[in-house]
């Protein structure tokens, strides 16, 4: 297997966009390569994420991007795995470069739903549960981690304020990413009067319905000869499945594909949790980032809500947890959710993350939840 | 492999819903290998992958394990909010999701309580109180 990097990546800012998905996509791939200090000629292969392109009417839209890039006899390929939609795809483009296939491949998510109202695009999240046994039962996105949360609170001593801290802290993060939907920080009294949306969980628990497009460049080692920017090295890309449906789990404190992914992972990369100096962590209700922390082995069960209240995964804390603001505040564009995850990682390594530094760079982790854990997908990274 | 030597399910995924809309009965699954019942359909044990599901009618009384109330609906639910959303461990074993409209308020329901499925005419496994369900939903 080849070593693998990742050189260039690029986010627009998450919210409500005025420009088509494929506009976006075009857009942040084009910004990708030109970070990478490749050019579009030298892409090999297109990956790209579109989970609800349908809602724009488009599907097929891999060819259509790579057109717009002047490119358009390179090869693509869409990728859908819910929420964990890009970074599958970014997994697809690693197992084509290391494995010596391409030498390099552009990865690439966007999503757009803005333009429909709130109880089209819940609708919408909600396809990607188990139409005939989970929402026809009267489930929602926020009433099935809702359902998780409600098992974590039975099992473990959990307060309000556990849970807002998480909230309150990825808002103070997101405050400071020009890439974040929501820019502002909130009190831990915001976010206890806030509404009830799916007990146990508040408005401020929930991550927005957001637009958003972001793309990463994967490259071989050997066919990059002088990186423009400090590269990423693919230590681990790890992805696992699991039960979809709660009712047939056999526990709901934790989301198994996580955990199968995230051990894969460091397997791959011969590391441990401890080894790991930053993470970002799929935190698509508040309750997601305290079970994925436990799940990746970081926290022990029943510690992971308490987490960011004790300052362990605040930015100067032991673990700084979603430096970026995470899906909760930074916005959660279904498909362009992993790369975005990614690109926080390639802007803390190269300095491009000014008033949201982490104290270490040397290694990070990203895990991304699709849908409530039918997948996942872990990535591991390191410098040179 | 000819669509004759593939694995028969006992029923379609349309028939499991279409049931729990006439009161039922409640339809599910049972590996003869590992003893895993499932709620849900398939042809294989999401557990231990032995193929050769039987069809196994479920109970229709258990206790709340999870819930959630949601004020925030699905668009098929949208004049029914505040409900509950529901994880029930089946007496006899298994486990199935489903919604209470009854339940209006977030202390109107407790994890451990004994509810049943009664028919609705509605989309959905449909569960009340055990102490409230009506008499036919109950099993024959």
């Not at chain 1, 010596?100 to 990865?107: E, H, W, Y």
């Not at chain 1, 926020?142 to 098992?151: E, I, K, R």
């Not at chain 1, 100096?277 to 079970?291: G, M, N, S």
């Amino acid at each position: 297997m080849r070593e693998t990097w990742v050189v260039g990546a690029a986010s627009n800012r998450f919210g409500k966009m005025k420009e088509t998905g494929r506009e976006a996509a075009t857009r942040v791939s084009l910004a990708a390569i030109e970070a990478s200090g490749l050019s579009p000629k030298d892409i090999g292969y297109t990956f790209v994420s579109n989970c609800f392109g349908i809602a724009e009417h488009q599907a097929h839209v891999g060819p259509l991007i790579n057109g717009g890039l002047g490119i358009p006899e390179v090869p693509s390929c869409t990728i859908e795995s819910a929420c964990s939609s890009s970074s599958a795809a970014l997994h697809e483009a690693f197992v084509q470069v290391a494995g010596g296939f391409v030498d390099a491949a552009l990865v690439v998510g966007a999503e757009k739903l803005s333009h429909l109202d709130t109880l089209a695009a819940t609708s919408y999240f909600a396809t990607a549960a188990d139409y005939a046994f989970e929402t026809k039962n009267g489930a929602t996105f926020p009433g099935l981690y809702a359902t998780l949360a409600s098992a974590y609170l039975a099992a473990h001593p959990t307060t309000p304020e556990m849970l807002g801290a998480i909230a309150v802290k990825n808002h103070a993060n997101a405050a400071r990413n020009p890439h974040a939907h929501f820019q502002k920080e909130i009190s831990m009294a915001t976010y206890l009067s806030s509404p009830i949306i799916a007990s146990p969980l508040r408005l401020y628990d929930c991550c927005p319905f957001s637009d958003g497009a972001a793309a990463v460049v994967v490259a071989a080692k050997e066919f990059v000869k002088s990186p423009r920017s400090e590269p990423l090295v693919v230590r681990a890309s790890a992805r696992a499945g699991s039960i979809t449906e709660m009712q047939d789990r056999p526990d709901l404190l934790g989301l198994p594909a996580s955990q199968t992914a995230g051990a894969k992972a460091f397997r791959q990369a011969h590391m441990e949790p401890r080894d790991i100096d930053f993470a970002e962590v799929h935190d698509c209700f508040t309750i997601a980032e305290a079970l994925a922390l436990e799940d990746l082995g970081f926290f022990p069960r029943g510690q992971g809500a308490r987490a960011a209240m004790d300052g362990l995964t605040t930015r100067d804390g032991k673990l700084p947890v979603n430096s970026s603001g995470g899906l909760k505040a930074k916005g959660h564009p279904v498909s362009a959710t992993g790369v975005s995850q990614v690109v926080e990682v390639f802007e803390q390594f190269n300095g491009l993350a000014p008033g949201r530094e982490v104290p270490r760079t040397q290694t990070a982790l990203t895990h991304n939840v699709g849908a409530t854990g039918g997948s996942c997908s872990v990535h591991i990274f390191s410098r040179r | 492999m000819s669509s004759d030597l593939l694995p028969a399910a006992p029923h379609t995924v349309e028939e499991w819903v279409r049931s729990y809309e006439g009161g039922g009965p409640l339809r599910g699954l049972r590996c003869p290998a590992c003893g895993l019942i499932t709620a849900t359909w398939g042809l294989a044990c999401p557990r231990c992958a032995h193929i050769g599901l039987v069809e196994h009618e479920l109970p229709q009384v258990g206790k709340v394990v999870a819930f959630t109330l949601l004020t925030v609906p699905g668009d098929e639910f949208l004049n029914d909010a505040p409900y509950a959303y529901v994880v029930v461990e089946l007496d006899g074993g298994g486990r199935i999701t489903g919604w209470m409209p009854s339940v209006k308020t977030v202390d109107g329901l407790t994890i451990g309580e004994r509810v049943r499925f009664v028919s609705s005419y509605r989309p959905g496994v449909q569960f009340a109180r055990e102490s409230e369900a009506p008499d036919a939903g109950r099993a024959a």
